[in-house]
């Protein structure tokens, strides 16, 4: 298949630790410095602990993929120049000679065949961003075929996001698996980086800072200026808006809703917003027998379709998008952007409904409801405590008792993640790194089976499972056809929604709050990439 076929997609650790490197190409002082801010932390190093946007945007400066996407979110060569298939089950990658690690060693393909085990190792959080089928085969030190046993038209769909790292240096410093989210103690690879990129880390506190600076033996060009970068945490709103105003930092995300309009008018910096590819959803634990943490013993309320259909009755979520989002949402009827799947009009969500949801729970056997644990983070999404408390809210009106429990999403992360999945009722947002419907089939929705090396359902934290969005999930990675495809999809979604498996809330808009010294791209996939930064000189 052609790279033309491919358009159908068209589209914390505890302790403190400080690893430091040492490049004698790395200038004494930089000159032109960013900084800039996230309301979360920077956890991990490790390029496959953690697929979050923000984290992958980072791990991105210093790492890179086979394939990458452009501004326009459309496939281009990374560390690999080219790519054909010269027969349907093979895909050949043609790599990029004279390229070194940051550590002076040269990149081969037994970085790339190494790098394929390792993503699908357990402990990795990006699984199936490499086919579970895939067999890679080292055709020289600069040419790589990967051989499937089927075909698959978005075969490398997520290769964008699996970046690719040094089998010798994973080797001698013990991180030939990866660190998974919940790991309690850091590992080499989540203290120290080792990519391609032009970006080396060379300061790194969880949770504190973190310090980029250019790579001068970098392969490439880059459209960056910049001779330093430093993010740090600050996880307090005001403070967050006050230190771009000041000039402190160049770069915040997010900008407040309520701030958005005294930073326009600051004169010093601007809000770079837009629609993002983000949808915030809702889940509930359909998998174990007895729900965690709730008045109701012996049994769990979830398993009940009319208790699922009754909380997503409950929720308003149109008060959600003007009043909690202040009108910067749109409310969803899919967990995935209608951006991101031509059909998705054809879905309309369902109207807020308090007396039917109250008939449903009484007829479930809860008429007087009970009472269950919320898990929310509340440093990683737009407002993101506010809508799980705007949702107790909401929820105990039908007479159910919910106990938020809002955490940085560290903490969130590696409580509700593999393996532990320990949560009755969560919200998250997903963007599909993919930009494609079958991510969200085969990652959100899809059966989670114990044992199951392939990925499918990883993300799947509720547990819920149907055989027949399986098949059609399978069914929809090798559809050619554009149009039988989107006809899958909407079976898939048909079946999902008819299950009321998920709540969908809405799409959040981007709010970047950018210094007017500093030019760069926002991609509607949330991704800060600090090659794309530049800024003017001082």
Known sequence: MSRSALKILARGVSAVAVATFAFAALPAQAANVFRFAFQGDLKSLDPYSLKESFTEGMQEAAYEPLVTLDKNLKFAPALAESWETPEPTRWRFHL???????DGSPFTADDVIFSAQRVRAPGSNFTTNVPADAEFVKVDDYTVDMVLKK?????????PTWVIMSKAWSEKNGVVQPTPPSATSP???TLHENGTGPFVIAEHQPGVKTVFKKFDGYWGKVESNLDEAVLTTIANPATRVAALLSGEVDWIDPVPLQDQQRVNASGTATVMAGPELRTIFLGMDQDRDELKDSSVKGKN???DIKVREAFYLAIDEDTIAKRVMRGQAVPSALMIAPALYDRGAEFKRPATDLKKAKELMAQAGYPDGFSLTMDCPNDRYVNDEAICQAVVSM???INVKVNLNAQPKAKYFAKVLAPNYDTSFYLLGWTPSSLDSHNILYEIVGCRKP????????WNLAGYCDPKIDEIADKV??????????????????????DWGYIPLHQQALAWGVSKKVHLTQRADNLLLLYWVSKDPQ
């Open 151 to 159: 075909p698959n038209p978005i075969a490398i769909a997520q290769f």
């Open 477 to 498: 990675e090798g559809e050619t056809d554009k149009t039988k495809r989107d006809a899958l999809i909407k079976e898939g979604f048909d079946v999902l929604n008819a």
């Open 301 to 303: 309320p979830f398993k």
């Open 187 to 189: 590992s080499y690879a």
């Open 96 to 102: 990029r000679k004279n390229v070194k690690f940051h």
């Open 451 to 458: 044992g199951d090396k392939s990925g499918r359902g990883g």
């Open 395 to 397: 929820l105990a009106r």
